[in-house]
């Protein structure tokens, strides 16, 4: 474990990141650090600019190659406050950590997270929604960074919630932490709705035990993209150690030790599907992170429209 020289903080080289993606793929990062508080934060990424910043890393595909960049692993910066009906957390709460605490508080309006396998920051990034729930509705505002303005607030009119999106995926803005206004309920009724919420998911999502990443597509417009992809019959289709979900056609799940280039040549197959079906081009709804193999590079660009990182 290495030490950074102003304020004591934790990080380590060449960093084996496989157990600790929901995927469990990935290879190793050249430096990974692991901050505590905002300050902390905030020194990392002024000494590392161009570092990635990754919570529960539920939503992320990590090349099995690695990646020879720097990331904050926020998983530390987990504290929780709750003042009458306003909920405060940091970026790297758990969502499941989050719906329990203000469910035993008697506060409604985040029961949608108790099956999310996410943390705050990333799903404050997306606007994570499920169960006719989503994080915009209850969001107040959140504490961000971004080098130009250092640390600063964002309201929620400002963040320009939408399906899936907000104004930090426009902008190069990380997410600290964020305040919610909930509705005072009996914790037992919460619960409840906690209870329907995680059944819900069981009933049409993988669980974690068996690795997987969430939707890899996101919705198109008016559309949903586990039906397009039903109706292309990729349901059980394979690459290498990975799967199309049986019982879902928009989750991929690794079986049998697959790599990222298996998940990406997947990605592939059922963007190609869809597109030859119906022309609709899928727009991935996971975040990749590699650079070192050629082979997936072709494939984000063709999936992605773009170069990954």
Not at 261 to 274: G, N, S
Request: proline letters at 3%; glycine letters at 10%.
């Amino acid at each position: 474990m290495g030490r950074l020289l102003k304020l004591v903080i934790s990080f380590e080289e060449n960093f084996d990141i496989k157990k600790l993606t929901s995927f469990k793929i990935g290879g190793k990062i050249a430096r990974v650090y692991f901050p505590e508080n905002e300050a902390q934060f905030v020194e990392i990424m002024e000494k590392e600019p161009q570092a990635v910043v990754l919570g529960n890393i539920s939503n992320v595909l990590i090349s099995s190659e690695g990646y020879s960049g720097a990331v904050v692993l926020t998983s530390k910066m987990n504290n929780i406050t709750i003042d009458g009906v306003r909920v405060t957390a940091d970026c790297g709460v758990k969502g499941q950590k989050l719906a329990q605490t203000v469910a035993k508080a008697g506060l409604a309006g985040l029961e949608f997270m108790i099956g999310f396998p996410g943390a705050v920051g990333g799903e404050v990034f997306m606007n994570a929604s499920a169960n006719g729930q989503a994080i915009s509705d209850s969001f107040v505002r959140a504490r961000c960074y971004c080098p130009e303005r250092g640390v600063f607030e964002l309201s929620k009119e400002e963040m320009k919630f939408g399906y899936r999106s907000s104004v930090c995926q426009e902008q190069d803005v990380k997410i600290l932490g964020a305040e919610f206004e909930l509705e005072a309920m009996d914790s037992q009724k919460v619960e409840a709705r906690m209870a329907a919420c995680l059944e819900f998911r069981r009933c049409h999502q993988p669980l974690l035990s068996l690795p997987n990443c969430g939707s890899i597509f996101k919705n198109p417009l008016g559309n949903s993209a586990g039906k397009l992809l039903d109706d292309c019959g990729v349901k059980g289709l394979t690459q290498g150690g990975v799967k199309v979900w049986e019982n879902h056609a928009n989750f991929i799940v690794n079986h049998n030790s697959g790599s990222s280039l298996d998940v990406l040549e997947l990605m592939a197959k059922m963007h190609r599907a869809v597109e030859e079906k119906f022309g609709i081009k899928l727009e991935p709804e996971i975040i990749f992170l590699g650079g070192n193999n050629k082979r997936e590079e072709e494939l984000c660009k063709m999936l992605y429209q773009k170069t990954q990182k």
